[in-house]
């Protein structure tokens, strides 16, 4: 019997330091939420708000359907950010990091709910660990977090994705099942007129997803079912996008067979699994499932063959999600894709953390069954991810500084503008304000590129010269 109550003292003490650990996290994302009230419009920004404005919802979309990307899914999202400008954008952050964190929060509740593991705890934990750590873990995190088109084209759609894959994983009842596979049809066909990268990346994960039920399952599974509605959405959403005539526009001229196209694809995901390992991120991962797994003890009764492919299933998941991202950037932009790589990071770098996560998981239960102090590790992961959070709080202090000195100059800006234009002035001075490497008129020459006349579009003036 006193063994029992010290089990359970112990078992309270572990769970307190994770609800500590997941207080941190959300101290980090009331920051994230108030930098967030200090974004101001840059790049892109500019002319899909004008694009908003002046032709609703229907004229962003057809603008995108025709001359742009043919990505007329990213439209409507687009579309409704910029319907109310700025509440759109400043708000784009909050809803980044809470809609990730509850996402998997609720991929983490569908695989404990098959796992037979129990607890609120850990779902809750992993979906704000995984989403600092995510959303943190990239090469311009201002343009995956703050700036709406970045957030729109490669940050939602991964949300997306995870929350359906973890409806599917929570579904019981026969009607749940149902609107699984259905959410899973129509979402993949949304996601295939967002991002061809997500596309690529979700097909990847699909053929992963029913091998693994091949060697771990048997019988009926919706994970079958599920995957290959959403995998037949996905590739009818890029179909759509490639019929589009602004789609068709932008083909290279090259096949998507050709082998310098694969060659090209896995020399840039090779750099990109370079730089990505080398940073704290995936140990911090691995930190968040060990400190999960020692908190909600997890049995795995599978044979020793299936238990090495649950362990090497997470590692071929990313080096095939990184392969098909850069595949997908290098078809779409040539060899030379500039700053596209930055903001696609984010497509693979979530299966990568996500990985963590699991092999985290999966060390936990080793720990289980050699009686490892669990206490003394449990102290030890989170003094590593309280480290983390220090560290993704100093790199976000240093940009919500650059975007407070950024926001008060833009306001005087603006107000100077609309002043001149509201005194009958048509061509006003304007002084570049850039953040986060974003384009910005007269940095880049000719002065009147398409950046300089969405920006007199957007303050309705005819022109701008450098001030």
């Known amino acids: 019997?006193?063994?029992?109550l010290v089990r359970r003292i112990r078992g309270l003490r572990l769970e307190a330091v994770a609800w500590v650990v997941a207080g941190l996290f959300?101290?980090?994302g009331g920051v994230v939420a108030f930098f967030g009230l200090f974004v101001r419009p840059a790049s892109d920004d500019y002319r899909l708000a004008t694009f908003t404005r002046e032709?609703?919802?229907?004229?962003?979309?057809a603008i995108f359907h025709t001359n742009l990307t043919g990505r007329v899914g990213n439209a409507f999202l687009a579309g409704l950010v910029y319907f109310e400008?700025?509440?759109?954008m400043r708000s784009i952050g909050l809803l980044s990091y809470a809609g990730l964190a509850a996402a998997v929060g609720l991929l983490s509740h569908g695989v404990a709910k098959q796992l037979g593991a129990r607890g609120a705890t850990a779902p809750v934990l992993l979906g704000l660990g995984a989403a600092a750590i995510i959303l943190m873990d990239q090469p311009r995190a201002y343009q995956t977090l703050y700036w709406a088109p970045g957030v729109i084209t490669h940050t939602i759609p991964p949300?997306?994705?995870?929350a359906m894959c973890g409806m599917a994983l929570a579904a019981r009842t026969?009607?749940?099942r149902i609107a699984a596979n259905v959410t899973g049809l129509a979402g993949g066909l949304f996601l295939g007129t967002v991002s061809e990268s997500i596309t690529l990346v979700g097909l990847v994960l699909g053929a992963l997803s029913a091998v693994t039920y091949v060697l771990v399952r048997r019988g009926r599974s919706l994970l079958l079912t599920f995957m290959a509605c959403l995998n037949a959405g996905l590739c009818a959403g890029l179909a759509v996008i490639w019929t589009t005539p602004a789609g068709a526009k932008r083909r290279r001229d090259e096949s998507p067979f050709a082998l310098e196209v694969f060659q090209d694809a896995a020399t840039m995901a090779a750099a990109a699994l370079r730089q990505v390992l080398v940073n704290s991120a995936p140990l911090a991962a691995v930190a968040v499932g060990l400190l999960v797994g020692l908190l909600v003890r997890v049995e795995l009764r599978v044979t020793a063959s299936r238990l090495t492919w649950l362990v090497l299933c997470p590692a071929l998941a990313v080096v095939g999600s990184a392969f098909a991202v850069q595949y997908a950037l290098r078809f779409g932009y040539g060899p030379d894709p500039g700053w596209v790589p930055y903001r696609a990071w984010l497509n693979f770098t979530f299966v990568l953390q996500l990985a963590g996560v699991w092999y985290g998981v999966l060390l936990a239960t080793v720990m289980w069954r050699q009686s490892v102090r669990r206490a003394v590790t449990a102290a030890a992961c989170s003094v590593l991810l309280v480290a983390a959070v220090a560290d993704y709080a100093e790199d976000l202090r240093r940009l919500g500084r650059k975007m407070i000195v950024r926001s008060v100059a833009w306001d005087l800006q603006a107000a100077r503008i609309e002043r001149l234009r509201d005194q009958g002035q048509r061509i006003v001075p304007y002084r570049p304000l850039q953040i986060a490497s974003l384009s910005e008129p007269f940095l880049v020459p000719p002065a009147h590129t398409w950046i300089s006349n969405s920006v007199a579009a957007y303050h309705r003036i005819d022109r701008l010269y450098p001030q």
């Open 1 to 4: 019997m006193n063994l029992v």
């Open 26 to 28: 959300v101290a980090f």
């Open 55 to 61: 032709g609703g919802l229907p004229g962003i979309i």
């Open 85 to 88: 400008p700025e509440l759109g």
């Open 159 to 162: 949300i997306l994705l995870i």
């Open 174 to 176: 026969r009607r749940a």
